[in-house]
């Protein structure tokens, strides 16, 4: 039955498993471009944010802070984890 649908789909365990894991990883990169937006954006102090649509310096600081931080992360650290040491 497998095969069948296997031979349907046009794709083998292999490419299913490759596509699985290029949209897990972008999921994971949408999540910490949304961690790294909410550390900017609502963790500073009002006084510390941009305005008019520009970023303060603090904003720049901590998003380059943040993101810095979080390269020391491995791939499979959970997403929770990430959140949790950026706020």
């Known amino acids: 039955m497998k095969w069948r649908q296997q031979l349907r789909h046009g794709r083998d365990d292999?490419?299913?498993?490759?596509?699985?894991?290029?949209?897990?990883?972008?999921?994971?990169?949408r999540e910490i471009e949304k961690i790294l937006l909410d550390c900017r954006d609502r963790l500073l102090p009002y006084e510390a944010r941009g305005s008019w649509g520009k970023l303060s310096q603090w904003q720049i600081r901590a998003v380059q802070a943040t993101g810095a931080a979080m390269k020391q992360f491995r791939e499979d650290t959970p997403i929770e984890e990430v959140r949790a040491f950026a706020t």
């Open 14 to 29: 292999g490419e299913h498993r490759l596509a699985h894991g290029i949209v897990a990883r972008h999921r994971r990169e």
